[in-house]
């Protein structure tokens, strides 16, 4: 069964950047594609990113088109997000989540798998 964990979160300033992590544990995990989410108080969680199963194809929803990256490194069972020109609208609880499916459509709610998410916090 695939576990997901994330790692990276953090307080950060406006303007500043993070890396976050998501690591998968399972020997299954190259036939997934891996997804970004969060949630910020109050709000729905909010489909951010994904990459599908090779890494080769990316699809980014209007809040991450430009300022987040989202990569894959197969080897090491990771998935990243690059998140630049942070805002303190982007404060919320990050997390990957994993599908059989290579997900674009804008309002994607996620497949079975998710980790337990990191919280990124963002000061003005």
């Known amino acids: 069964q695939e576990q997901l964990g994330e790692s990276g979160g953090g307080l950060v300033q406006a303007g500043g950047s993070l890396r976050l992590s998501c690591v998968a544990s399972?020997?299954?995990?190259?036939?997934?594609?891996i997804a970004w989410f969060r949630q910020a108080p109050g709000h729905a969680r909010e489909f951010l990113a994904s990459?599908?199963?090779?890494?080769?194809?990316?699809f980014y929803t209007e809040s991450a088109k430009g300022r987040f990256t989202i990569s894959r490194d197969t080897a090491k069972n990771t998935v990243y997000l690059q998140m630049n020109s942070m805002k303190p609208e982007d404060t919320a609880v990050y997390y990957c989540?994993?599908?059989?499916?290579?997900?674009?459509?804008?309002?994607?709610?996620?497949?079975?798998?998710w980790g337990q998410g990191t919280q990124v916090t963002v000061s003005s």
């Open positions: 399972g020997r299954t995990f190259i036939r997934f594609a």
């Open positions: 990459i599908d199963n090779t890494g080769r194809s990316t």
């Open positions: 989540n994993a599908d059989h499916q290579f997900p674009i459509a804008p309002d994607y709610l996620g497949g079975n798998y």
